[in-house]
C-alpha cells in the first residue's frame, strides 16, 4: 500500500519541523490531496494516524483537503477542470488533454502546541 509509505514520510516531515519550532506536540495538520495524483484520501487519513503513532504527530487531527484537477485541452485551447485521470474534457468531450494541476500532495498548515 503506497499510502503507507507516503503517509510515513508526511509524518516525518511535519515532526521535524515541529520539532525545529520547539513543539511538544502537533494539534492539526493540513494536507492538500489533488484528485489527480494517485492517493486515495481516505486510505491516507488512515494510514497516517498509524504513521503517527509514537511520534511527536501522534493524536493530531488530519484535515484532508482535495484539491480539484486542471488540464489544458488542446481543442477547446483553455483550461477545465478534471475530476479524474482519464476522464474527458468537460467542455468538448475530448481527450486531448495535458494535467495542469491538481497532482500534489503536501502539508498546508500545521498547529502545535
Ligand atoms: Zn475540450
Same mark, same amino acid.
Given at each position: 500500500?503506497?499510502?503507507?509509505?507516503?503517509?510515513?514520510?508526511?509524518?516525518?516531515?511535519?515532526?521535524?519541523?515541529?520539532?525545529?519550532?520547539?513543539?511538544?506536540?502537533?494539534?492539526?495538520?493540513? /494536507?492538500?490531496?489533488? $484528485?489527480?495524483?494517485?492517493? =486515495?484520501?481516505?486510505?491516507? !487519513?488512515? @494510514?497516517? #494516524?498509524? %504513521? &503517527?503513532?509514537?511520534?511527536? /504527530?501522534?493524536?493530531? $487531527?488530519?484535515?484532508?483537503? =482535495?484539491?480539484?484537477?486542471? !488540464?489544458? @485541452?488542446? #481543442?477547446? %485551447? &483553455?483550461?477545465?477542470?478534471?475530476?479524474?485521470?482519464?476522464?474527458?474534457?468537460?467542455?468538448?468531450?475530448?481527450?486531448?488533454?495535458?494535467?495542469?494541476?491538481?497532482?500534489?500532495?503536501?502539508?498546508?498548515?500545521?498547529?502545535?502546541?
Amino acid at each position: 500500500m503506497h499510502e503507507m509509505s507516503l503517509a510515513l514520510a508526511l509524518v516525518g516531515l511535519v515532526e521535524e519541523r515541529a520539532r525545529g519550532e520547539g513543539a511538544a506536540r502537533v494539534l492539526t495538520v493540513g /494536507v492538500a490531496v489533488g $484528485r489527480l495524483g494517485h492517493v =486515495e484520501p481516505e486510505a491516507l !487519513a488512515f @494510514c497516517l #494516524d498509524g %504513521a &503517527a503513532r509514537g511520534t511527536l /504527530v501522534e493524536g493530531a $487531527r488530519f484535515a484532508i483537503e =482535495e484539491r480539484p484537477g486542471r !488540464a489544458w @485541452c488542446f #481543442d477547446c %485551447a &483553455a483550461e477545465v477542470g478534471l475530476d479524474r485521470r482519464g476522464a474527458p474534457c468537460p467542455g468538448c468531450g475530448g481527450h486531448m488533454l495535458r494535467v495542469a494541476g491538481g497532482e500534489e500532495l503536501r502539508v498546508t498548515t500545521m498547529e502545535i502546541a
